[in-house]
């Protein structure tokens, strides 16, 4: 079985910008999560969708947003990006109640 | 008080040694109980998952879980240079969407 997904995997923005990174899950599951990751705070979750529907957000403002499709691929979007959204940006696919990872997009922001 | 805390080390030991990665957490609901290493620079890599209090074992690995203690740990026997890495312990509870991760403890296996 194909594992997570990730799209792109290294991205270089500068302030201001927007960014959307995808995701495509492990075939048949249908939970998708995203987090942050970043030295000083380790792991945070930002959002979870299962069959297009956000079911639950993280403590993030508006800026970060995403959406899912009908093949269970996601996408997140983060807007008007500020220096401090510079992370690794992990997506999760949940099997019963495991999350599987991938490799993570490498956002900088300059 | 953050809801898991783990001792981000570093742990270094020697290659052979048997491997103590621990947990605590504050919150009686979590239920699921995961760990994950992580290498530089990849994503976190599923190692063991458990239900609720008990062991356990797969291969070199085993995981323990204490929910009396609200403790968990992770053992490593006949540690490799190659498990050189982050473990992160997460956890979650029944119908959540999301896992809760510790900060995560960097090991070093010397050969």
């Known amino acids: 079985k194909a594992g997570v997904t990730q799209t792109p995997r290294y991205l270089i923005k500068t302030r201001g910008q927007q960014v959307t990174l995808s995701c495509s899950p492990i075939?048949?599951?249908?939970?998708v999560s995203w987090y942050q990751q970043t030295p000083g705070q380790g792991l945070q979750f930002l959002f979870e969708?299962?069959?297009?529907?956000?079911?639950n957000k993280g403590n993030f403002p508006g800026r970060f947003s995403g959406r899912q499709f009908s093949n269970s691929r996601s996408e997140m979007n983060v807007s008007t990006l500020e220096l401090g959204d510079s992370a690794l940006y992990l997506c999760?696919?949940?099997?019963?109640?495991?999350?599987?990872f991938g490799p993570g997009t490498r956002l900088t922001v300059t | 008080q953050k809801e898991v805390e783990q001792d981000p080390g570093p742990l270094s030991v020697p290659e052979g040694a048997i491997v103590s990665l621990n947990c605590t957490y504050s919150?009686?609901?979590?239920?699921?109980f995961m760990w994950y290493r992580q290498y530089s620079r990849k994503g976190p890599e599923l190692l063991m998952y458990t239900y609720s209090s008990g062991n356990k074992e797969d291969g070199r690995f085993t995981a323990q879980v204490d929910k009396s203690s609200k403790y968990i740990s992770l053992f490593i026997r006949d540690s490799q240079p190659s498990d050189s890495a982050t473990y992160l312990c997460a956890m979650s509870w029944e119908g959540a969407q999301k896992l809760v991760f510790g900060q995560g403890t960097r090991l070093t296996i010397n050969p």
């Open positions: 969708y299962f069959s297009e529907t956000q079911r």
């Open positions: 919150n009686s609901a979590f239920q699921y």
């Open positions: 999760a696919s949940k099997g019963a109640y495991e999350q599987y």
């Open positions: 075939s048949g599951h249908r939970s």
